[in-house]
């Protein structure tokens, strides 16, 4: 299996090739597996100069128990702050936080191990994106932290729902899920009850 942070055999900590570091921009990763084979999902910010950066899906590799990462795939993004995986049981579909944009839908190809675009869902200003199920009820939370067009962060984060096809509004507006430069979208459990 896929070595837990900080773990390589026999103590230290995880061994990447002398080549290979993140991008100075980087705000996130998220593990993807496909069979055998693992990806590291990175969102990227900024490159220093510009939101208007590619995000990048790393294969990791491993040889003689040293583990590197190879580029495999470049998505455009545009500030992107986090990625969530959405299992819908036969399907994957990953979303990403575009802060300076709106939520980028992706659909995963498992024979070509690709993200292929599948849309945006309006929510400038996202920070954080997480997808869960309640029961067999698919739901993606957008957290907001910005609305450029009021110029606050008084602004609302957002629930989608998947209705078999589409994600589709559940709670979004001011006056439903409002938000105040709102970083992290999480759901929970409470004495079982998600």
């Not at 230290?12 to 996130?28: H, Q, R, T």
């Not at 590197?68 to 455009?76: C, D, G, K």
């Not at 910005?146 to 979004?172: C, E, K, N, Y």
Request: hydrophobic letters at 45%; aromatic letters at 12%; glycine letters at 12%.
């Amino acid at each position: 299996p896929f070595p837990p942070r900080g773990w390589v055999g026999g103590g230290g900590g995880l061994v990447l090739d002398y080549n290979f570091s993140f991008p100075e921009g980087a705000a996130s990763a998220l593990h993807v597996q496909e069979g055998a084979d693992h990806f590291v999902l990175m969102a990227n910010y900024w490159d220093g100069a510009s939101l208007a950066v590619d995000s990048v899906l790393y294969q990791v590799g491993v040889a003689s128990g040293v583990y590197s990462l190879a580029e495999h795939q470049r998505v455009p993004t545009n500030g992107a702050r986090a990625w969530t995986e959405c299992n819908m049981g036969t399907s994957r579909i990953f979303a990403v936080a575009n802060f300076m944009g709106n939520v980028s839908l992706f659909d995963w190809d498992a024979t070509n191990k690709i993200l292929v675009p599948r849309g945006d869902l309006e929510a400038s200003g996202a920070s954080d994106v997480e997808c869960f199920a309640i029961g067999s009820d698919v739901f993606l939370a957008v957290g907001r932290y910005f609305d450029a067009a009021a110029f606050s962060h008084h602004t609302s984060s957002m629930m989608f729902q998947w209705d078999g096809a589409a994600f589709l509004p559940f709670q979004a507006g001011s006056d439903v899920f409002a938000t105040a430069g709102c970083r992290a979208a999480r759901h929970m459990v409470l004495d079982g009850v998600a």
